[in-house]
T-cell receptor, first 115, second 114 residues
């Protein structure tokens, strides 16, 4: 069965530190890849997405992610975090070529940024 | 306007009650979804509607009954729920399901079953 693994469950950083959150998936076919963010008390928002093309994708708020097909990974990065980045981050994978609409989410990473 | 709206925001219901959750989008999307999210957990897919027809039911108990009256509306009818059904219920929509589309999520309905 398809699965998504986020290795970091709880990350604590100081402002201006660099961020990298890991995401690996198990599906061997064409995939659509997403990072969603859930700020405290707010709804899930799309940070960035990968469908095809350049494996380095840029999203909102200075986030970027790199798709490495050989490693089945889609890690999220930000060079310098801010206190306002404190949130829950979810990696999600959908099947690409035969997309049923079903998204598989990772368990999430809680990011706490200290001012 | 990338907005999915959900009503009510909060709902408290007894185990013998019947209630409904509503979801609406005006983005012209043809696919709509219901998810269940427990605290500090990822969303879990419940149902997928494509062109107003149910395309995925993730083995959800029959006490949850989805309905898609038209392409903009999605309802979730609730009956005889259990306390463990207390959760945040999220609605989402996307342009379609057959090709690469991202899902846009609503703010959710916080359901408490007493």
């Amino acid at each position: 069965a398809q699965s998504v693994s986020q290795h970091n469950h709880h990350v604590i950083l100081s402002e201006a530190a660099s961020l990298e959150l890991g995401c690996n998936y198990s599906y061997g076919g064409t995939v659509n890849l997403f990072w969603y963010v859930q700020y405290p008390g707010q709804h899930l928002q799309l940070l960035l997405k990968y469908f095809s093309g350049d494996p380095l994708v840029k999203g909102i708020k200075g986030f970027e992610a790199e798709f490495i097909k050989s490693k089945f990974s889609f890690n999220l990065r930000k060079p310098s975090v801010q206190w306002s980045d404190t949130a829950e981050y979810f990696c999600a994978v959908g099947q690409g070529a035969s997309n049923t609409g079903k998204l598989i989410f990772g368990q999430g990473t809680t990011l706490q940024v200290k001012p | 306007d990338t907005e999915v709206t959900q009503t009510p925001k909060h709902l408290v219901m007894g185990m013998t009650n019947k209630k409904s959750l509503k979801c609406e989008q005006h983005m012209g999307h043809r696919a709509m979804y219901w998810y269940k999210q427990k605290a500090k957990k990822p969303p879990e897919l419940m149902f997928v509607y494509s062109y107003e027809k149910l395309s995925i039911n993730e083995s959800v108990p029959s006490r949850f009954s989805p309905e898609c009256p038209n392409s903009s509306l999605l309802n979730l009818h609730l009956h005889a729920l259990q306390p463990e059904d207390s959760a945040l219920y999220l609605c989402a929509s996307s342009g379609d399901i057959g090709i690469s589309y991202e899902q846009y999520f609503g703010p959710g309905t916080r359901l408490t079953v007493t």
